[in-house]
């Protein structure tokens, strides 16, 4: 009799620890983003690029779970004709490409609400650092982008078992354009996200 309760205490005990551990997840997720800018000289119109990275789910109560991201992504961008013109008193190349490269590195801190076992929405603050600068809009090779800036993300995401479906838009809060300019030209940029994660464990 004794041997019996002992083994069931121990069956509980473990129950409860792998419950414990399960309340944290870590995955992979990849996708594609649409980037646009809203601003002086540069093309509203969305272009297309990819993103990838990991993520994290910290299980808070039975609804609630905070969703933190660490991921790596390419945004595709376009500048008008009429940049030079805009900014020509601040050395603007004249014949500068069209096609503008920007990679950042993006950490979203998410708080995700589940409305079922399947769909939850989530939103949050997000901060993007520019790894990667690749155009020629000004002369000398000067940066027309700001190193840092502040978004917030809200979206949905779709669990099924270890598959994860997310569908997010992001809004620039502060100013990206790195140019000095005495006409006060900002730019902010926004971002739609569609991919797939998978939990890893």
Do not use: C
Request: aromatic share 10%.
């Amino acid at each position: 009799m004794l041997a019996i309760v002992l083994v069931a205490a121990g069956a509980n005990a473990q129950q409860k620890a792998q419950a414990k551990e399960k309340r944290v997840h870590f995955g992979l997720k990849a996708g594609m983003n649409f980037s646009g800018l809203d601003g002086e000289g540069i093309q509203s119109s969305m272009q297309q690029g990819i993103d990838a990275g990991a993520f994290a789910e910290v299980r808070l109560s039975k609804k609630w779970e905070f969703a933190p991201e660490l991921y790596y992504s390419m945004h595709s961008l376009k500048r008008t004709s009429d940049f030079q013109s805009r900014y020509y008193e601040l050395q603007a190349l004249p014949s500068s490409d069209e096609k503008i490269k920007l990679h950042y590195i993006s950490l979203p801190l998410l708080m995700r609400y589940h409305i079922s076992n399947v769909i939850a929405i989530e939103a949050g603050p997000q901060y993007n650092l520019l790894a990667y600068e690749d155009d020629n809009l000004l002369k000398e090779s000067k940066p027309a982008f700001k190193k840092s800036e502040i978004a917030v993300a809200a979206g949905a995401t779709l669990t099924l078992e270890k598959f994860r479906i997310y569908g997010r838009y992001m809004l620039g809060l502060s100013d990206i354009n790195g140019i000095e300019s005495t006409k006060g030209y900002t730019w902010k940029s926004r971002q739609l996200q569609i991919g797939i994660g998978v939990q890893i464990f």
